[in-house]
């Protein structure tokens, strides 16, 4: 297990050094002057030429990636074109609200999910299963915002019991944080309830079906053991792919969500730096998506193997 | 069903006390939560023309002199007075001004914020080609000594539009114009809070205990900026439907521009008040690139502008009709230099059959234009349908291009053929103090390359601007501007579409809120 470890992680550099290479160029492609910008709409030609050359833009397209990759090697992510602020301080402000709403709805997720998706296979074909899978097909269906400015109508406007929007630290205030956590939390959670029960029931009917599982009701285990200890162990490999997948996508910014519940997260960050065009933080945000994504991964495979013994590596 | 909800709301009452307390400020200080057009990221008025860092530069920082509701320059940090030649003009600041640090305002500062304002302002650019000295005459005077008069000089120096004259510490000040600052220190009635301020998301304000207000009763940027809370914050909010709620739940007091779409669901709404603020509002306009056929004639031009009618145009882009104005005024409606020659097609509904007939005169060939639809921008989007249907019935073949818009502000900013990637027209939006005024309306320029974008190469309208700089009095500027108002109907140096206006929308706990170009938040309480 090290061994693979260390293997996989060496793996990594090669994919983020790609990744890096692929997006300073698309950027460097894309239509988008971020010292057009910066000026504004009376900037002179002249101006907006001497803007360009303060930013660095007008230096030749190797210069500039030898100057970001040499930073990033130092640890230095650089400077926002646009608010002059060093990048890394951008994203780990932005970092903790996302990280905070997904760990809590990626947890809503699962408690719910799990449990659900469990009882549908169990009573496969009766009106509980027919009930989640009704609710699986909505939770997929219905728009996000939706879901979203219902819960505000009915939970803040109408009854008056939580906030509208925004964010505020756990370490500042936890009752201010829990109170608008929940919306949003329950918003993005209605989306992954339904997917994770939805691949919970699917793959424990699969494992049901097992001769394994006859035996184990043959010998007379009880229902609740064949079913927890020896059918959804086998069958958590898939749900532990989606719940990884899922968490890596909800680190890499809802947009959306974070919209609606003005939540000042990763997401709403990479649109509005690909709106400026603030190329060194566009360029940080996806390498830092990329590493989640590797870094989850490499979690999710080393996690087969505690789950199921006979994936070794 | 009422009923329900009653008792669920009642029932509710033990749990909202629990989160009640998260929902309200940690102490009793009063704070006016804002939510504004869009969120602040460049903090450097001079650098951006941005509206939001303007705004944010009028609460930080204080001008020299400002510009009243009835456009009268009147003293601000400095009085000032003017030589019998018009050559001189000697400003005497205020007793008592501090920076922010608590140093004292001294002619050093502000000749130093003048000349970084001289090198990207338009208006400051024309002082300093006639500026023959700029110098301290004493612990609180400065004189400025002109080489010509140039009676614009103190009219430029209280713009309320973008890279408007702020005064700034010698040591910020002598940064390169074309270099971001780095510190906000102002001596504005509002101190900038760096510790708390996050780029995009919120900006906050303290009050500034040893502001000294100007005298004379406040009104639009002169007069006492009073400052009667501890703190403003600006939280930004991407959704307007968000602010509005947030707005309702009592979570926010203050929501700068709220879509006419969405204002019946807080008009009538107990607690919550109404009214557009930015009385003069904005106009929307064509631009076209003369560079390139065909808009390089001025038939084509003209048959351009016969055929697009404003009313369409504004129904499209606003829908509410108490929000709009037709309005035939290039320097807009409700301006001192409200002038209407000329704009008769633009004003009554276009005039297809006109310009087919124009189009016929002209060297227009049938070559597809260019028209660069941008299609992130909500009041931006609509111009460009309008134009284009109304354009193909005159008979132009329209080649419309969407693209989000900071595609196309560096797409404009190409002289390339438009069959290689350039453009023909696009269109964009300005609030009116940024064109009620020939010396700032920067579509007027005629220097071809050195103007803006579009380079219209046109030594009259250059000759107009010039006696309009060296007219004595607002009679004479009067007559000149309604000469300019014939001319660039008469050359379409641009198309005028009319002036639009947008509510706000705050809390009645506010009180003193008053209206201005755009949000000041000096003189209001908050109970």
């Known amino acids: 297990m090290p061994t693979y470890f260390i293997r996989r992680v060496l793996a990594a550099i090669p994919v983020m050094l790609v990744v890096a290479v692929f997006v300073f160029l698309l950027l460097r492609l894309t239509p988008g002057d971020p010292a057009a910008i910066l000026a504004g709409d009376m900037a002179t030609p002249d101006q907006l030429e001497k803007i360009r050359t303060s930013l660095g833009l007008n230096e030749p397209v190797y210069v500039q990636f030898t100057r970001w990759i040499g930073g990033l090697l130092q640890g230095d992510f650089g400077t926002s074109l646009i608010s002059n602020t060093p990048v890394i301080d951008l994203v780990a402000d932005r970092m903790w609200p996302t990280i905070w709403i997904a760990l809590i709805t990626i947890t809503l997720s699962v408690i719910v999910a799990v449990p659900m998706g469990v009882l549908a296979a169990w009573k496969h074909r009766s009106w509980v299963d027919h009930a989640v899978m009704t609710f699986s097909v909505l939770g997929f269906s219905v728009p996000v915002f939706v879901i979203g400015y219902l819960l505000i109508k009915l939970f803040a406007l109408d009854l008056g019991w939580l906030p509208v929007q925004g964010y505020i630290a756990p370490s500042q205030d936890f009752a201010a944080f829990a109170a608008r956590a929940v919306l949003p939390a329950l918003t993005l959670a209605s989306i992954y309830i339904a997917l994770i029960a939805r691949m919970t029931r699917a793959s424990l009917l699969d494992v049901l079906g097992e001769d394994y599982v006859r035996t184990a009701r043959a010998k007379g285990l009880t229902e609740r053991r064949v079913l927890f200890r020896h059918a959804l162990r086998n069958a958590a490999v898939p749900v532990m792919t989606v719940i990884g997948t899922g968490f890596a996508l909800l680190i890499s910014g809802v947009v959306v969500t974070e919209s609606v519940f003005n939540i000042p997260g990763l997401g709403r960050l990479t649109v509005d730096s690909i709106f400026a065009r603030d190329y060194p933080v566009i360029q940080a945000l996806i390498l830092l998506t990329s590493g989640v994504y590797v870094g989850v991964n490499l979690i999710i495979d080393l996690s087969y193997s505690l789950l199921d013994p006979r994936i070794r590596y | ?527």
């Open chain 2, 1 to 527: 069903m009422t009923a329900f909800w009653s008792n669920l709301r009642r029932g509710a009452v033990a749990a909202s006390a629990l989160t009640l307390s998260a929902m309200l400020p940690a102490n009793a200080e009063t704070t006016i939560t804002a939510v504004m057009h869009s969120g602040l990221r460049v903090l450097d008025p001079v650098i951006t023309t941005a509206h939001i860092t303007r705004d944010n530069a009028f609460m930080v920082f204080d001008t020299l002199v400002a510009l009243n509701s009835d456009f009268e320059v009147t003293p601000q940090m400095a009085d000032f007075e003017v030589s019998a030649d018009g050559l001189t003009y000697t400003f005497t600041l205020r007793d008592g001004l501090k920076w922010h640090d608590g140093g004292d305002v001294t002619p050093a500062d502000c000749i130093a914020s003048i000349k970084r304002w001289m090198q990207r302002d338009g208006g400051g650019q024309m002082i300093n080609d006639r500026m023959a000295s700029l110098e301290a005459t004493g612990d609180k005077t400065f004189v400025l000594t002109l080489t010509e008069p140039f009676p614009y000089t103190l009219e430029a120096m209280a713009k309320v539009s973008s890279l408007a004259l702020f005064m700034m510490p010698e040591r910020i000040a002598s940064a390169p114009a074309n270099e971001a600052i780095t510190e906000f220190v102002g001596s504005g009635p509002f101190k900038f809070v760096a510790d708390e301020f996050q780029p995009g998301v919120k900006v906050v304000y303290e009050k500034f205990d040893d502001y000294v207000p100007a005298p004379g009763p406040r009104s639009w940027f002169s007069g006492a900026k009073d400052v009667l809370v501890d703190r403003v914050e600006w939280v930004t909010m991407p959704d307007a439907q968000t602010t509005m709620n947030a707005l309702m739940n009592g979570e926010i007091d203050f929501m700068e521009s709220v879509p006419v779409d969405l204002l019946p669901l807080l008009e009538g709404m107990p607690g919550i008040k109404t009214e557009v603020l930015s009385t003069l509002g904005a106009v929307t306009i064509g631009r076209m690139n003369f560079k390139h056929p065909p808009f390089d004639d001025p038939k084509v031009r003209q048959a351009a502008k016969l055929a697009i009618s404003q009313e369409n145009v504004l129904t499209a882009l606003i829908g509410n009709s108490e929000y709009f104005q037709v309005c035939g005024a290039i320097f807009g409606c409700g301006t001192p230099y409200e002038f209407t020659d000329g704009s008769e097609s633009l004003t009554s509904g276009g005039d297809i059959e006109a310009a087919k007939a124009m189009l016929a005169e002209s060297s227009y060939d049938g070559t597809p234009i260019v028209l660069m639809q941008p299609t992130d921008v909500v009041t931006l989007t609509a111009q460009p349908i309008v134009a284009a249907q109304a354009l193909r019935e005159a008979g132009f073949n329209v080649d419309m291009q969407p693209m989000d818009w900071q595609t196309l502000v560096t797409r404009r900013a190409s002289q390339i053929p438009p069959a290689e990637g350039g453009w023909n027209l696009f269109f964009t939006n300005w609030i009116v103090p940024e064109v009620s005024n020939p010396l700032g309306n920067v579509m007027l320029n005629g220097r071809g390359d050195q103007a803006w974008f579009g380079w219209p190469e046109d030594p009259e309208i250059e000759d107009l601007l010039k006696a309009f700089a060296e007219a004595p009095d607002l009679a004479a500027q009067q007559a000149i501007t309604q000469q300019i108002q014939a001319h660039v109907m008469e050359n379409v140096n641009y198309i005028h579409l009319g002036q639009y206006f947008s509510p706000s929308a705050w809390s009645t706990k506010l009180s003193g809120v008053e209206p201005a170009p755009f949000p000041v938040f000096w003189g209001i309480s908050k109970e």
